[in-house]
């Protein structure tokens, strides 16, 4: 069965864009990068598992904020170069900042300008930052 990672198109870091999306809304909400090992953590968790690029290792979503996503479909596009997920997120905030989703600054004539508001101070989620 490790032959769907075979027909993945990887970059060359070994890794693959992936898009959370929420199931119910269509809402895209976050977008993270997997290699062959989230993808098959993903898979066989069904729960969002995504590899930190800064912290070079797997990041299981949620594993410190409680907000896991859980996988409910995975797709890839057309030439196998991106992944998406069809995800219900729990507790319905997807972005590290406290917000639903990640996709929360409109460019406008005025520049980057934030349209969705915080729904929990990301202290709370994580405690407090050095």
């Given at each position: 069965?490790?032959d769907?990672l075979?027909?993945i198109?990887?970059?060359?870091q070994?890794?693959?864009?992936?898009?959370?999306q929420?199931?119910?809304?269509?809402?895209?909400?976050?977008?993270?990068?997997m290699n062959?090992?989230?993808?098959?953590?993903t898979?066989?968790l069904?729960?969002?598992v995504?590899?930190?690029?800064?912290?070079?290792?797997?990041w299981?979503?949620g594993?410190?904020?409680g907000?896991?996503?859980?996988?409910k479909e995975i797709?890839i596009?057309?030439?196998?170069?991106t992944v998406?997920?069809?995800?219900?997120?729990?507790?319905g905030?997807?972005?590290?900042?406290g917000?639903?989703?990640?996709?929360?600054?409109?460019?406008?004539g005025?520049?980057?300008q934030n349209?969705e508001?915080?729904?929990?101070d990301?202290s709370?989620?994580?405690?407090?930052?050095p």
């Open positions: 069965m490790n769907y075979d027909e198109t990887w970059n060359d070994g890794l693959v864009p992936a898009i959370a929420d199931q119910g809304s269509g809402q895209i909400l976050m977008m993270a990068w062959r090992e989230a993808l098959k953590k898979i066989e069904k729960q969002g995504y590899w930190s690029r800064s912290r070079q290792k797997l299981h979503k594993e410190s904020s907000h896991v996503q859980h996988v797709t596009d057309c030439d196998a170069d998406l997920l069809q995800v219900d997120q729990v507790g905030i997807a972005c590290h900042t917000r639903a989703h990640c996709f929360f600054r409109r460019l406008t005025k520049g980057w349209t508001s915080v729904l929990k990301p709370e989620i994580y405690g407090k930052q």
